[in-house]
T-cell receptor, first 114, second 112 residues
Framework: AQSVTQPDIHITVSEGASLELRCNYSYGATPYLFWYVQSPGQGLQLLLK??????LVQGIKGFEAEFKRSQSSFNLRKPSVHWSDAAEYFC????????????FGTGTRLQVTL | DADVTQTPRNRITKTGKRIMLECSQT?????MYWYRQDPGLGLRLIYY???????NKGEISDGYSVSRQAQAKFSLSLESAIPNQTALYFC???????????FGPGTRLTVL
């Protein structure tokens, strides 16, 4: 069965500092991997996704993630965090095709201090 | 206009009542999903449908049922609501052309 682990429940960073959110997955085949962001009171917005090819993927809002098969990881990074990045971030793994049956991690809540 | 809409956005009900949450999409996707979100648990899949004649149970289907009335409509029902079904419910859609799921704004359900 597929699973996703986000080991950090809550992270606090200062505005302008770099950010890395961890995600480890378990999946029997080549995974489809996603990062979603949920701002307070909002739905989920896709930040980026990985299916194949270049293991470093770029997303919206200046985020990037790196797929490391040997470590079963797909960590999300941003070089300089903005106060508006405060939100909850979810990593998910899904099946091909059509990104069906996503399994989500439990989320990491990001707090940004000014 | 939103591509994936959910009604109602908020609902408070009492234990034992029957509740229906509705989802509509204008994206033309064939696959639709219902998730619930609980604090500290992330999103968990309740039911999913790959086309109008296809309904599948997800991770936590007990106490829920669904209906796919048309390609664009997917409803979630709680036949007899109980307090531990208090949660935020999301509908999502996808298809093979885009390989990602698009989420509605969510329905916050409170069962007293």
């Amino acid at each position: 069965a597929q699973s996703v682990t986000q080991p950090d429940i809550h992270i606090t960073v200062s505005e302008g500092a770099s950010l890395e959110l961890r995600c480890n997955y378990s999946y029997g085949a080549t995974p489809y991997l996603f990062w979603y962001v949920q701002s307070p009171g909002q739905g989920l917005q896709l930040l980026l996704k990985y299916f194949s090819g270049d293991t470093l993927v770029q997303g919206i809002k200046g985020f990037e993630a790196e797929f490391k098969r040997s470590q079963s990881s797909f960590n999300l990074r941003k070089p300089s965090v903005h106060w508006s990045d405060a939100a909850e971030y979810f990593c998910a793994v899904g099946a091909a095709p059509a990104a069906s049956k996503l399994t989500f991690g439990t989320g990491t809540r990001l707090q940004v201090t000014l | 206009d939103a591509d994936v809409t959910q009604t109602p956005r908020n609902r408070i009900t009492k234990t034992g009542k029957r509740i229906m949450l509705e989802c509509s999409q204008t994206k033309g996707h064939d696959r639709m999903y219902w998730y619930r979100q609980d604090p500290g648990l992330g999103l968990r899949l309740i039911y999913y449908s790959f086309d109008v004649k296809d309904i599948n149970k997800g991770e936590i289907s007990d106490g829920y049922s669904v209906s796919r009335q048309a390609q664009a409509k997917f409803s979630l029902s709680l036949e007899s609501a109980i307090p531990n079904q208090t949660a935020l419910y999301f509908c999502a859609t996808s298809d093979y052309r885009v390989n990602e799921q698009f989420f509605g704004p969510g329905t916050r359900l409170t069962v007293l």
